[in-house]
């Protein structure tokens, strides 16, 4: 089956500085990834759509340029947090879309913690 | 405005009795939903889709449109099936998904 990985599972980061999150489409090619973030007990709110070759799109009141997307190649698209803040403590989900049967498929996510 | 509403937070069942998950949502054209499941420390995977009509480890799902719902049911549950559920939309021609509340699934012996 379609694996989507992400990188690192987990990160403790110093305020103010920025942090790199990387999602692997593994045995597929994806033109298409998302990136959710989920606070603790609540559910996936969709940060960004990120595009090939292409400027991601981002949803209404996420800041583009705190979170910066890449997707430089079809099975690697990668989430930096700048400058970060405590506020900015969360989970960090990334989903990548299999052409082929249309599906969504997820990574295990990411646990960023801003001191 | 796209919305899905899931009403439970937590739902408890004892094995062996039905179960219902609700799931109700707010879309102007005709959306594709859509049900995943989380088991504990696994990431989120897909249980099914309204357009597959089918049955995923004894999982149904009917979209009905006039009541705007997507309830996931099962007629006999299993200990196992204690995870969190959640529903999710997708809009006509888009793949972004829109996720409700999301619900705790136990199934007690």
């Known amino acids: 089956g379609a694996v989507v990985s992400q990188h690192p599972s987990w990160v403790i980061c110093k305020s103010g500085t920025s942090v790199k999150i990387e999602c692997r489409s593994l045995?597929?090619?994806?033109?298409?990834m998302f990136w959710y973030r989920q606070f603790p007990k609540q559910s996936l709110m969709l940060m960004a759509t990120?595009?090939?070759?292409?400027?991601?799109?981002?949803e209404q009141g996420v800041e583009k340029d705190k979170f910066l997307i890449n997707h430089a190649s079809l099975t690697l698209s990668t989430l930096t947090v700048t400058s970060a803040h405590p506020e900015d403590s969360s989970f960090y989900i990334c989903?990548?879309?299999?052409?082929?049967?249309?599906?969504?498929?997820f990574g295990p996510g990411t646990r960023l913690t801003v001191l | 405005a796209q919305r899905v509403t899931q009403p439970e937070k937590l739902l408890s069942v004892f094995k062996g009795a039905p179960v219902e998950l609700k799931c109700n949502y707010s879309?102007?054209?005709?959306?594709?939903l859509f049900w995943y499941v989380q088991y504990s420390r696994q990431r989120l995977q897909l249980l099914l889709r309204?357009?597959s009509r089918e049955s995923i480890k004894g999982f149904t799902a009917d979209l009905n449109k006039g009541e705007t719902s997507f309830h996931l049911k099962k007629p006999f549950a299993q200990e196992e099936d204690s995870a969190m559920y959640y529903c999710?939309?997708?809009?006509?021609?888009?793949?972004?998904?829109?996720f409700g509340q999301g619900t705790r699934l136990t199934i007690n012996p």
């Open positions: 989903s990548a879309i299999q052409g082929r049967t249309d599906t969504q498929y």
């Open positions: 045995d597929f090619q994806a033109t298409t």
């Open positions: 990120s595009n090939e070759g292409s400027k991601a799109t981002y």
């Open positions: 879309y102007s054209g005709s959306p594709e």
């Open positions: 309204h357009i």
């Open positions: 999710a939309l997708s809009g006509q021609g888009a793949q972004k998904l829109v």
